[in-house]
C-alpha cells in the first residue's frame, strides 16, 4: 500500500515538472520571472515553427530563451528584447505580428472582407425580400379569373 | 431590382482569393527571409578552427565578394553538400569562408576537413553558436553571400547542389563579383 502510494507520489512530481521547461535560470524577482516566460511564449522556436521558445527543445529554441531570460533579468524591456529577436530572425519570430507597412494588409484583410461582403449580403437579402412582397399590382380581372378557377377546383 | 452586374464582384474576389491561395501552396514557409540581407555582418571575434589562437574578425573577411557557410559535424545534409561545396572551390575558385557551428569537438570538425577535403578560405569557430545567433541562423547548412565591403546581400538555408547554385546563388555573387566598388 505505502509503495503504491510513494509510487504515484513520484509519477505526480515527474508530470508536473514536464509543464515547461524553466532550465535552471535563476531570476532575481518573481515579476521578472512571470515577465520573461510571457515574453519568450510570444516567440516562435525558429527552428520547430509551431511550437514557442518555452515548449521547444531544440537547442536554438534553449539559446533564445536563455537570452530572452538574461536580457528580462538584466533589466531590458520588452520591446528590446523583441528588437533584439527581430532584428536576427525577423518579423516571423513573433506569433503576433506587429503593425508595420509590411503586415498592415495582414490586419486590415480580414476587415476589408468583411466590409465589402456584408454590405452586398444587406442588399442581397434586402432585395430578396422585396420581391417576395409585390403582390400588389395585380389587375382586378386577373384576380376575378383566379377565384372562378379555385371555385371550379372546389367542385370537383 | 439588384444589377445582374453586381454579382462579378464576389467572383472575382474568390477568382482572387484562389490565385493568391494558388501561388502559397509554392511558397515555402520553412525558408524563412532573412532578416539580414542588405545588413553589414556583425561584429564577431572567432577563433580559426585550425589555429585556436589566432582570433578572425570581420576585416579578415572583407576586400571581396564571398559565400560564408555553416556547417557541423552533427549535421548529415552538409556532408551532401560538401563535395558540391569542393567543386565550387577547386573548380570555380568561389571564396568560402566555414562557420564551424555549435560543434562539440575542434578536432572532429579538423578531421572531418582532413578526410574529406577543404574548400574553405578560414573557418570560423563557433561552438555556441553566437555568431550563428547573430546571423539569424536556424538550422544548417546555410549560406550567406556576403559582397567586398561586408553587407550580407543573399541567405539560402539548404543544400548547395547543381541547381540550387545556379538558379539562385551564381547570379548573386556574378553580380557582387562585376561590382568594383
Redesign the interface.
Given at each position: 500500500m505505502l509503495y503504491l502510494y510513494r509510487s504515484l507520489c513520484v509519477l505526480l512530481l515527474l508530470s508536473a515538472s514536464h509543464c515547461f521547461a524553466i532550465d535552471t535560470f535563476e531570476f532575481s524577482t518573481q515579476d521578472k520571472k512571470a515577465q520573461a516566460i510571457e515574453l519568450a511564449k510570444t516567440l516562435r522556436c525558429?527552428?520547430c515553427?509551431n511550437q514557442n521558445l518555452v515548449d521547444s527543445n531544440s537547442?536554438?529554441a534553449k539559446?533564445?530563451r536563455n537570452?530572452v531570460y538574461q536580457q528580462i533579468e538584466s533589466g531590458q524591456s520588452q520591446e528590446q528584447v523583441v528588437a533584439f529577436m527581430?532584428?536576427?530572425?525577423?518579423?516571423?519570430i513573433l506569433y503576433e505580428p506587429q503593425w508595420s507597412g509590411k503586415t498592415v494588409v495582414l490586419w486590415l484583410a480580414p476587415l476589408l472582407?468583411m466590409g465589402?461582403?456584408c454590405p452586398?449580403l444587406y442588399?442581397?437579402l434586402r432585395?430578396s425580400f422585396q420581391?417576395n412582397r409585390t403582390i400588389e399590382h395585380v389587375s382586378q380581372e386577373h384576380l376575378q379569373k383566379v377565384e372562378q378557377l379555385l371555385l371550379k377546383k372546389g367542385d370537383q | 431590382m439588384m444589377k445582374r452586374r453586381i454579382l462579378w464582384i464576389p467572383f472575382i474576389i474568390i477568382a482572387a482569393l484562389c490565385v493568391m491561395l494558388w501561388k502559397s501552396l509554392s511558397l515555402k514557409p520553412q525558408e524563412l527571409e532573412s532578416a539580414l540581407i542588405g545588413q553589414p555582418l556583425p561584429e564577431f571575434e572567432a577563433t580559426d578552427l585550425f589555429h585556436p589562437s589566432e582570433l578572425l574578425s570581420r576585416d579578415h573577411l572583407l576586400g571581396q565578394p564571398f559565400l560564408l557557410n555553416v556547417w557541423a559535424t552533427w549535421c548529415p545534409a552538409c556532408k551532401q553538400e560538401h563535395g558540391y561545396l569542393m567543386r565550387l572551390f577547386q573548380e570555380h575558385e568561389v571564396v568560402i569562408v566555414g562557420l564551424n557551428y555549435r560543434e562539440a569537438s575542434r578536432e572532429a570538425a579538423i578531421a572531418e576537413l582532413k578526410n574529406f577535403g577543404n574548400p574553405y578560405k578560414y573557418v570560423l569557430s563557433d561552438p555556441e553558436g553566437r555568431l550563428g545567433l547573430d546571423l539569424g541562423v536556424y538550422g544548417a547548412p546555410e549560406t550567406f553571400i556576403v559582397d567586398r565591403a561586408g553587407v550580407i546581400r543573399y541567405r539560402y538555408a539548404g543544400i548547395i547542389n547543381e541547381n540550387i547554385w545556379h538558379t539562385r546563388l551564381k547570379p548573386v555573387l556574378d553580380q557582387l563579383i562585376e561590382k568594383e566598388f
Open positions: 525558429p527552428q515553427q537547442p536554438i539559446d533564445l537570452i527581430t532584428q536576427r530572425y525577423g518579423e516571423f472582407l465589402l461582403a452586398m442588399l442581397f432585395s420581391k | -
